[in-house]
């Protein structure tokens, strides 16, 4: 099975994987793990191969088990739709130390693989409506009533083409990935729920490729991943760079926007900028209590710095998506969020003073 799924990948990455092929040796970061995630993710999206690389290392040195889970996860979120043949390429990685030690071991594999992913076009679309289904305030009706229907409810409305939002919401449902919307003690059936999904009329590779996906990291995205190819147009789609902020070293030597809020680092970061007199903290201090404003602040630094990609490809349901997520990402009402986006544009540099001497 290992050999026909990596087979069917991008022929070229497969040559240079079978033959003798050198992957250049680098150096770990001298960081936590959790901000080596950060780092290796932020570098697949930049295209940042160095970064990437050494970041991967890192994680292969501390926890190997962790680095494969996470770049199962990476793969769909920020490359998806946008080239199928690389997620099968990180679906066949994953499989396994038994394949991996078949082409090369773990440092050859993670290292083509990772360049590999700095290459691809990316797509978000996948992490996009995850944001908008549980978080966009303007569907928290919606999210009750979905909360109240029964597992044949959900697969019901997975197979029968529902409305994007209100089907993603059932898949999530009935699949039982981890999200904070799951209902305690509710039956789900997640094979039921690809299945569901097939019967759909998805593409039974897209499907098999999202189940694996789930199967190694029980994470939400890849049970969205197959509903998206529903709205995915067809032919040739244009690609372009987002616009990227200024880049700022640490005194680490790494670039400070690695520390975000999922390392307790990034916390500690966001904790001590949260006490600077800018523009987006008085907002911050007026509009989010207290006990909430990291967390608004962690997701509004995502959305205008660290979700950004190289090679994003466009298409309108993502660019819809896209715009949403940048609404309602913080779940909650709150007046212009757009502006309070353009805030944290603009306090970015105080930001980066305060990561500077992590």
């Not at 040796?25 to 901000?35: K, Q």
């Not at 098999?208 to 147009?233: H, N, W, Y």
Request: proline fraction near 5%; glycine fraction near 6%; aromatic fraction near 6%.
């Amino acid at each position: 099975m290992f050999h026909s799924l990596f087979d069917a990948a991008d022929p070229t990455t497969f040559r240079v994987l079978a033959s003798d092929h050198k992957v250049p040796s680098v150096e770990p970061l001298r960081v936590s793990p959790w901000v080596a995630m950060s780092a290796m993710q932020k570098g697949i999206r930049r295209g940042d191969v160095d970064l990437a690389a050494r970041a991967a290392t890192t994680l292969l040195k501390v926890d190997p088990t962790k680095l494969w889970r996470r770049l199962a996860g990476i793969v769909v979120e920020d490359i998806g739709l946008a080239d199928l043949e690389c997620v099968k390429l990180i679906m066949a990685a994953t499989a396994g130390k038994t394949f991996r030690r078949e082409f090369g071991g773990e440092h050859r594999v993670a290292g083509l693989v990772i360049a590999r992913m700095c290459e691809a076009k990316k797509c978000r679309a996948a992490d996009d409506l995850f944001i908008v289904a549980s978080h966009h305030p303007e569907l928290e009706a919606l999210r009750a009533d979905m909360a109240r229907v029964n597992l044949s409810e959900h697969l019901s409305r997975v197979g029968e083409r529902c409305a994007l939002l209100g089907a993603s919401l059932a898949a999530l449902h009935a699949s039982g990935a981890r999200w904070n919307g799951q209902v305690a003690g509710r039956s789900s059936d997640a094979p039921a729920t690809f299945a569901a999904m097939s019967s759909a009329g998805i593409d039974d590779e897209i499907v098999a490729l999202a189940e694996q996906g789930f199967r190694r990291t029980r994470e939400a995205l890849p049970v969205l991943l197959p509903l998206l190819i529903l709205a995915l147009p067809s032919g040739e789609l244009p690609v372009e760079d987002n616009e990227f902020p200024a880049a700022v070293i640490g005194r680490d030597g790494l670039p400070t926007f690695v520390y975000d809020g999922f390392s307790w680092e990034g916390k500690s970061a966001l904790s001590r900028f949260l006490r600077q007199d800018t523009t987006s903290v008085r907002w911050l201090r007026k509009h989010v209590p207290a006990e909430r404003r990291v967390a608004v602040l962690h997701g509004a630094i995502f959305r205008v710095e660290g979700g950004l990609v190289r090679q994003r490809v466009r298409w309108p349901c993502a660019e819809t998506l896209r715009r949403l997520a940048d609404e309602g990402y913080h779940g909650m009402r709150l007046p212009d969020p757009a502006a309070f986006l353009d805030m944290i544009r603009a306090d970015l540099p105080v930001l980066d003073e305060v990561r500077h001497d992590l």
